[in-house]
């Protein structure tokens, strides 16, 4: 799995945040905590405590290839049910994992039955992700990790997950982003242009983002990594220029 190839994607779980009554603060830290090793976000689904839905949302994530951040739905109450979903999506017993049993009865003793200890009640191959604030773990099943919601809890299992599983996907080389208006130019004028480019310069992502004032302003941007970046958009301004295209403010790292 190469940096390149290697996509990463977040599960973002509980009615509470369809509802409106809390707000996400996963999705930024994790772009965050992936931008410090040079990795990036994807995607991210946010999905309810439907047991139907979340299943089958997992059901499809687990087909895939990708890293996967699950965050919420995994203590003891009745109504946390991403453990239960994410073991019938895969197709495996539930079971109660022996290291997850013995970090439970070392935390809590004897009160860890006969309800704390379903919280490693896990599907049948999980393993351990160490909590470091209440020591109670989440787990992970391939490339897919399941942590708490809470935020103190959840992030730093996060971070021992990519430096500890996924350190050889870290990139010392961070991707810069370029950009440059186009002026009083329709964005029809632009596709042919533009295909031409991506097709030229495959490692980095072309993108262009109209003026949502009213303005006839484009922005284009070019992402990837600095010298891939620096070349493709040379290639665009130049391409621009020599169609007649008028340009505006640029920003560059």
Not at 181 to 188: R, W, Y
Request: charged share 25%; net charge negative.
């Amino acid at each position: 799995m190469s940096p390149q190839s290697t996509r990463v994607g977040l599960v973002l779980i509980g009615d509470e945040l369809l509802s409106g009554k809390r707000t996400d603060k996963h999705m930024p830290k994790a772009i965050e905590l992936l931008a410090a090793r040079g990795m990036e976000l994807s995607w991210a689904r946010m999905v309810g405590d439907d047991a139907q839905v979340l299943e089958q949302t997992l059901r499809e994530t687990l087909a895939g290839p990708d890293i996967v951040f699950s965050f919420g739905g995994i203590g003891a109450t009745p109504d946390d049910r991403t453990r239960q979903c994410a073991a019938a999506a895969a197709g495996v017993e539930l079971e109660f994992n022996a290291e997850g049993r013995r970090i439970l009865e070392e935390r809590f003793g004897e009160d860890a039955y006969p309800k704390r200890i379903h919280m490693v009640e896990w599907p049948v191959g999980a393993r351990v992700i160490p909590n470091p604030v209440n020591r109670v773990p989440g787990f992970s099943f391939g490339d897919h990790h399941f942590v708490p919601g809470f935020p103190n809890m959840a992030w730093p299992m996060i971070e021992w997950v990519l430096d500890t599983h996924y350190r050889h996907l870290h990139r010392l080389e961070r991707d810069v982003e370029l950009l440059v208006e186009v002026l009083d130019t329709p964005e029809s004028a632009l596709i042919d242009p533009m295909q031409t480019l991506m097709d030229a310069h495959p490692s980095v992502r072309i993108a262009c983002l109209p003026n949502a004032g009213g303005a006839r302003v484009i922005e284009f941007g070019v992402r990837g990594a600095p010298a891939a970046a620096r070349a493709a958009f040379e290639d665009l301004k130049n391409t621009f220029r020599d169609a007649g295209v008028p340009l505006g403010r640029e920003s560059t790292p």
